[in-house]
């Protein structure tokens, strides 16, 4: 090896090095259910969540590498599914979609909480995102699209979080039965969704839910914005 090759060897070595601890621990901090834990106790609980990302110096910077590492772009803490579900109850729902469910992080602990207060559940996914690795998947996610499959399905209320930018969601409310669309992310349209959608549709913020979770580019620009059909 040359003296060149030396000099870039002793460079990158470090970084890759560094890199790689983070990816261990993102993938320890941020993964599926082990075997014997329950539907929740893969999650951190929010207080967790504050403490973590409390000190950081970048912290849209931190969320973004977590989520690079591990393929999830949204983080509820431990008590935002049961927040969610008993939401829904107050509406009256009874048939949920999770679309762009990814690897099913979310997946793993909404599934079974929604089917045990007497929902009918479906997570749905493409497959085609930015991220695909060897890292695990959640069995309860189902390959398809999810404009094709709500007709089937009838969902009451779909959860989209991080849907692609520039996609509208609003022909999914050809579905006779949906009257709510949940979208985790940024408001406004652009990083995830279309601008047209925020122009067209109804819709509001929900403080509660945006509360106990945070997205891909840190808790401060997320929010959860429920989308219900336009007049």
Do not use: K
């Not at 499959?149 to 779909?158: G, L, S």
């Not at 930018?165 to 979208?183: E, K, N």
């Amino acid at each position: 090896m040359d003296t060149d090759s030396h000099l870039v060897f002793d460079h990158v070595s470090p970084v890759f090095r560094v890199r790689r601890r983070f990816e261990a621990a993102a993938r320890n901090l941020v993964r599926l259910p082990r075997p014997g834990e329950g539907s929740l106790d893969h999650l951190l609980p929010e207080a967790c969540w504050q403490e973590l990302s409390g000190g950081l110096p970048d912290p849209a910077g931190w969320f973004t590498a977590l989520s690079q590492a591990t393929g999830v772009y949204f983080f509820p803490s431990r008590e935002w599914p049961g927040r969610f579900v008993r939401y829904l109850g107050f509406l009256g729902i009874h048939r949920l979609l999770e679309a762009g469910a990814g690897r099913g992080y979310l997946t793993a602990a909404l599934g079974q909480l929604a089917m045990a207060h007497g929902m009918a559940f479906r997570a749905i996914d493409q497959g085609e995102g930015e991220f695909q690795s060897e890292l695990p998947s959640c069995p309860e996610v189902i390959r398809g699209d999810v404009f094709a499959a709500a007709p089937a399905f009838r969902p009451e209320a779909v959860l989209y979080a991080w849907p692609p930018p520039g996609q509208s969601l609003a022909p999914l409310f050809t579905c006779s039965a949906l009257r709510y669309i949940f979208v985790v992310g940024e408001p406004g349209g652009g990083i995830t969704g279309a601008r047209e959608d925020w122009l067209t549709l109804p819709q509001r913020r929900s403080d509660i839910l945006s509360r106990f979770s945070r997205g891909r580019t840190g808790p401060a620009p997320h929010q959860v914005t429920i989308f219900w059909r336009g007049g």
